[in-house]
């Protein structure tokens, strides 16, 4: 039997579902990478708001009303803890990349939703991969990969996130393929 495939981490970074993906717990969405080792993957689709605000699920959690603004985001299809994507490491339990980190205790959580000005978004579910789905997948075109940042997890407010993120990688393959950010009117130039 041969080994698995695994590629290099892509923990910090989207996968953005390519136009072609049809399945609905992936149709148009953009996953963040949480974890992403030779035992699988993990992660939280960052573009599926709710019309649930996150004071209705704090109260189901916690028993205490909570007077902030802000909705809750689908994560993915696998039921699991509420988690908070946010910028404060003192509150944090893991590290996604430099100055965006996931927090699910309790504890920690009461902290950051407690900080009104904090940048942060809530998420019910995540996305799961088991060792070596997520690489198998990548090698069949089943995802794009483009680079995140904290300023896309929290800036990502648009009408159609998903359009904005393929429209950037589209133009990144074009000025790397032919040094234009825009197709010439006309073809003989290209």
Known sequence: MSEPF???TLQGQFLVAPPGLTEPNFHRTIVLVLQHDENGA???VINRPTNSEIDNIWEV????SLSNEGVLYIGGPVEGPIMLLHTRAEYSEQQVMPGLYVSSRKTNLSKLVSEKALP???FSGYAGWAEGQLDAELQ????LVAPASPEDIFSMETSDPWKSLCQRLGRAVLRTATGQDQIPPNPEIN
């Open 140 to 143: 069949q075109g089943g995802w």
């Open 6 to 8: 695994y590629m290099e």
């Open 61 to 64: 959690m916690t028993g205490t």
């Open 120 to 122: 942060y978004k809530v």
């Open 42 to 44: 993990l992660g939280l």
